[in-house]
């Protein structure tokens, strides 16, 4: 089935350092989408990219899909206090019938003020 | 309105206790799921509703019930559950199940304990 590998599994930063997500799907994508859970929160969605090499900014975030549809990333510049919590991306598999999302395992972003 | 309410927040409940989880969306969407996530993992995909049939179901133990009486509401009836089956339950909604609008609007959860 579908895996989508996410690293690093944890990040801790000094606030105004940048921080990098990167995902790994072993089957191209149709889409892929960008949630955060703050800690005793809940998955929010930040993002969806839909096609090859797009990039898309929302502030200091910048969000990347590959070419290839089978990777991404996500980019934060110079973290602050409130950037704190688990970065999840998820991929909508291409073709066939199965329309699932799957997430990654996450990236648990801890900021040092 | 923009959010998924789940009822309750949080749930104890014995091994032989039946007891259900509500969530209710007002946003029109027309898929619904269930997932469940353990402490530091992801969200796992239990059930999907797509315009109030049960489109998808990842294996789950018939001892989780899923019921979708209208648009609106999505149930998750538990029975003779485990204690391993102690989680955070999330309910999320999206336009549809396929294609491009699939973002999903998660609920706050509920957080199960089985004693």
């Known amino acids: 089935g579908q895996q989508v590998m996410q690293i690093p599994q944890y990040q801790h930063v000094q606030e105004g350092e940048d921080f990098t997500t990167y995902c790994n799907s072993s089957t191209t994508l149709s889409n892929i989408q960008w949630y955060k859970q703050r800690p005793g929160g809940h998955p929010v969605f930040l993002i969806q990219?839909?096609?090859?090499?797009e990039v898309k900014k929302q502030k200091r975030l910048t969000f990347q899909f590959g070419e290839a549809k089978k990777n991404s990333s996500l980019h934060i510049t110079a973290t602050q206090t409130t950037d704190v919590g688990t970065y999840f991306c998820a991929g909508l598999n291409s073709g066939g019938s199965n329309y699932k999302l799957t997430f990654g395992k996450g990236t648990l972003l801890t900021v040092n003020p | 309105d923009t959010e998924v309410t789940q009822t309750p927040k949080h749930l104890v409940m014995g091994m032989t206790n039946k007891k259900s989880l509500k969530c209710e969306q007002h946003?029109?969407?027309?898929?619904m799921y269930w997932y469940k996530q353990k402490a530091k993992k992801p969200p796992e995909l239990m059930f999907v509703?797509?315009?109030?049939?049960?489109?998808i179901n990842e294996s789950v133990p018939s001892r989780f019930s899923p019921e979708c009486p209208n648009s609106s509401l999505l149930n998750l009836h538990l029975h003779a559950l485990q204690p391993e089956d102690s989680a955070l339950y999330l309910c999320a909604s999206s336009q549809s199940e396929r294609g491009v609008n699939t973002e999903a609007f998660f609920g706050q959860g509920t957080r199960l304990t089985v004693v």
């Open positions: 946003m029109g969407h027309r898929a």
């Open positions: 509703y797509s315009y109030e049939k049960l489109s």
């Open positions: 990219l839909v096609k090859s090499g």
